[in-house]
C-alpha cells in the first residue's frame, strides 16, 4: 500500500487544518459511499469532523453475534446469521461495524472480516483494537495488530483503539502501550495509512479520565469511544465509573467525535421497570423502550456513531426503525428520560452490561446470565421480598423455577468460590463474587422459605 503523510493528505482532501487529531488515509482508503445526507425515512448520519467520514448513526457492535453448537459440541459463531445481517444492516445504510480481538472467545474478527469481505472495501468502516490485557510485550502486541489484518480481510483500518484504558490510570496505559513502544508503533502506522483514525475506549473514573484525557496534546487521539446511556449520564457509581455528562462536556469542549457503546446498558434499557415502561408507552405507544435509549444518545451532537450489539433480525430491525428518519428527543423529552433514570437508580440491580469478559469462569458459572435473570426479576417487580407481601408464595415458586430453568444446576452461584479470576476483567468494576454470593444468599432463602 502507498505511503502518504498527515499533511499530504490534507492537501489532498482539501479539508485543511479541521479538528483535533484529523488522521491520515491511504490513497485507496475511500470514504464509505453510502454517505450523502439522507431525507425523512433513511438513515442519520453523522459527520467526522476529522477526516470528512459521513458514518451511519446506527453502528453495529460485532461483540454478541449469535452462537451456536458444533458438531463437537464447541461455541461457535452461526455464520449464517453474521452475512444475513451485515447484508441487511449495509443494505439500510449502516456502515460503521465494531470488533476486537477479544470478542467472543476471539472469533469476532474472523466472522465479521468473513461477512464484510462480500461488499466492497468503501462501503463499510472498519473499527478494531488492540486488546492486549494479559501480555504487554511488543512482540506479542504486534503480532495482535498484524492479525487483525488477517481475521478482517484488510489491509488498513478505518478507527483503531487502544481498548478498554483507563484502569489503573496512566501507570497501567503506560505499560500496556508506552513501555513497549506500542504508542510509537501505532503513531507510525496512523501517518503511513494502515490506521485512519486512532482513539481508545475508555471505562473507569473521573481522576483515570482526567489522566487520560491530558494525553491528547502529546498523542491527538482522533475520536473516543465511551459508555453513555441516561443512566450512566447522572448514576453511574462516581468511583468505579464516571458520569457520562461529565465525559461528554469534556470531549464536546475539545472537539473529539465520539463513539458511543453500551447505549441499552447490556441490554437493561430495552426491558425497564414496569413502571417506567408505563410512562414511556403513555407518551409513545407505538414506540419502544429502547428507542428512548439511543433517541437520548443520538441527540447529542457530538456523537458520531452509537454502537448496538444486534444478535438477531429483530434487534436490526427495530432499531432500523429508530435511526432511518432519526428524531432527536426535545429538551422537555431529555428531561423525561433523566427522571425516569432517576426512579430506575433505586432498583437493587447488578451493573452487569453482559460483555461476557468475565467469561468462562474456572468453575464453569454463567455469571452474566445469573445476573440478567436477577435484574429481569427486580425490573418486572416479581422478586419474593418477605412472606408478608402479597403472592409471595406464587414469586417465591416463579423465581426459583424460572432460575433453575435459566441458569442449569452446575452453572448456578453456589458453586462461586471467590477466586476473584473474574474480577480484573469486568470494565463495570463489579464485586462479582460478592453479588454472586448476595444472589446465592437470596436463593438459598427462598429455598428454606426464611425471607
Same mark, same amino acid.
Given at each position: 500500500?502507498?505511503?502518504i !503523510?498527515r499533511?499530504?493528505?490534507?492537501k489532498m482532501a ?5 479538528a483535533m ?8 482508503n475511500t470514504?464509505?459511499?453510502n454517505?450523502?445526507?439522507?431525507g425523512?425515512g433513511?438513515?442519520?448520519?453523522r459527520?467526522?469532523?476529522? !477526516? ?15 452462537m ?7 461455541d461457535?459463531i !452461526? ?5 444475513e445481517?451485515v447484508?441487511?444492516a449495509i ?8 470488533? %476486537? ?7 469476532s474478527?474472523?466472522?465479521t472480516?468473513?461477512? @464484510? ?5 468503501n462501503?463499510y ?6 486488546s ?8 506479542? %502486541? ?9 481475521q ?16 489503573g490510570?496512566?501507570?497501567a496505559?503506560?505499560k ?12 507510525k ?6 490506521i485512519r483514525?486512532?482513539g481508545? %475506549?475508555f471505562?473507569?473514573? &473521573? ?5 487520560m484525557?491530558?494525553?491528547?496534546d502529546?498523542?491527538?487521539?482522533d ?8 443512566m450512566d ?5 462516581g468511583?468505579r465509573?464516571v ?11 475539545r472537539?473529539?467525535p ?5 447505549p441499552?446498558?447490556g441490554?437493561?434499557l430495552?426491558?425497564?421497570p414496569?413502571n417506567?415502561?408505563?410512562q414511556?408507552k ?9 428507542s ?5 444518545v443520538? %441527540? ?9 450489539g ?6 436490526l430491525?427495530?432499531n432500523?426503525?429508530?435511526f432511518?428518519?432519526?428524531k ?10 433523566k427522571d425516569?433514570a432517576g ?10 452490561t ?7 469462569c ?12 436477577y435484574?429481569?426479576?427486580?425490573n418486572a417487580?416479581t422478586?419474593a ?6 403472592n409471595?408464595?406464587? @414469586? ?6 424460572s ?6 444446576? @452446575? ?16 470494565p &463495570?468494576?463489579?464485586?462479582?463474587p ?10 438459598e ?7
Amino acid at each position: 500500500m502507498k505511503d502518504i !503523510n498527515r499533511r499530504d493528505f490534507l492537501k489532498m482532501a482539501g479539508t485543511g487544518a479541521v479538528a483535533m487529531g484529523a488522521a491520515a488515509c491511504g490513497a485507496n482508503n475511500t470514504k464509505a459511499s453510502n454517505a450523502e445526507p439522507q431525507g425523512e425515512g433513511k438513515m442519520e448520519y453523522r459527520t467526522n469532523t476529522g !477526516n470528512g467520514d459521513k458514518v451511519s448513526l446506527l453502528g453495529y457492535g460485532c461483540m454478541r453475534w449469535q452462537m451456536i453448537k458444533d458438531q463437537d459440541g464447541k461455541d461457535i459463531i !452461526n455464520q449464517d446469521s453474521v452475512n444475513e445481517l451485515v447484508d441487511r444492516a449495509i443494505e439500510a445504510g449502516v456502515n460503521y461495524f465494531d470488533t %476486537s480481538p477479544a470478542y467472543l472467545q476471539g472469533q469476532s474478527e474472523k466472522a465479521t472480516g468473513i461477512a @464484510l469481505a462480500r461488499h466492497p472495501r468503501n462501503s463499510y468502516y472498519i473499527a478494531t483494537k488492540l486488546s492486549n490485557f494479559r501480555v504487554f510485550t511488543k512482540e506479542a %502486541s504486534e503480532k495482535m495488530y498484524h492479525d487483525s489484518f488477517e481475521q478482517m480481510q484488510t489491509d488498513y483500518f478505518d478507527y483503531y483503539l487502544m481498548h478498554s484504558i483507563g484502569r489503573g490510570g496512566y501507570e497501567a496505559f503506560k505499560k500496556r502501550y508506552e513501555d513497549n513502544g506500542m504508542m510509537d508503533f501505532v503513531l507510525k502506522e496512523r501517518e503511513a495509512g494502515r490506521i485512519r483514525q486512532l482513539g481508545f %475506549s475508555f471505562h473507569g473514573s &473521573q481522576p483515570e479520565f482526567d489522566q487520560m484525557i491530558a494525553l491528547q496534546d502529546k498523542y491527538h487521539f482522533d475520536f473516543v469511544q465511551i459508555e453513555m446511556n441516561y443512566m450512566d449520564w447522572q448514576h453511574a457509581d462516581g468511583v468505579r465509573n464516571v458520569n457520562a455528562d461529565y465525559l461528554y462536556d469534556c470531549l464536546d469542549k475539545r472537539e473529539i467525535p465520539i463513539v458511543v457503546m453500551e447505549p441499552l446498558l447490556g441490554g437493561r434499557l430495552a426491558s425497564v421497570p414496569e413502571n417506567v415502561t408505563r410512562q414511556f408507552k403513555e407518551r409513545e405507544p407505538d414506540k419502544t423502550v429502547a428507542s428512548w435509549a439511543f433517541r437520548f444518545v443520538g %441527540s447529542y451532537p457530538r456523537i458520531l456513531t452509537i454502537l448496538s450489539g444486534m444478535t438477531y433480525r429483530e434487534h436490526l430491525e427495530d432499531n432500523l426503525k429508530t435511526f432511518m428518519g432519526f428524531k432527536p428527543l426535545t429538551p422537555e423529552e431529555i428531561e423525561f428520560v433523566k427522571d425516569m433514570a432517576g426512579i430506575m437508580a433505586t432498583y437493587p440491580t447488578v451493573n452487569c452490561t453482559h460483555c461476557n469478559y468475565c467469561m468462562p469462569c474456572p468453575f464453569g458459572i454463567d455469571i452474566p446470565e445469573i445476573f440478567a435473570h436477577y435484574n429481569k426479576h427486580v425490573n418486572a417487580g416479581t422478586v419474593a421480598q418477605n412472606k408478608e407481601q402479597a403472592n409471595y408464595n406464587k @414469586l417465591r415458586k416463579e423465581y426459583l423455577l424460572s432460575y433453575d430453568k435459566a441458569i442449569p444446576t @452446575l452453572r448456578q452461584a453456589d458453586y462461586c468460590i471467590g477466586c476473584g479470576s473474574c474480577l480484573s476483567h469486568c470494565p &463495570q468494576s463489579i464485586d462479582i463474587p460478592r453479588e454472586l454470593h448476595r444472589i446465592d444468599r437470596y436463593i438459598e432463602a427462598l429455598k428454606q422459605n426464611k425471607l
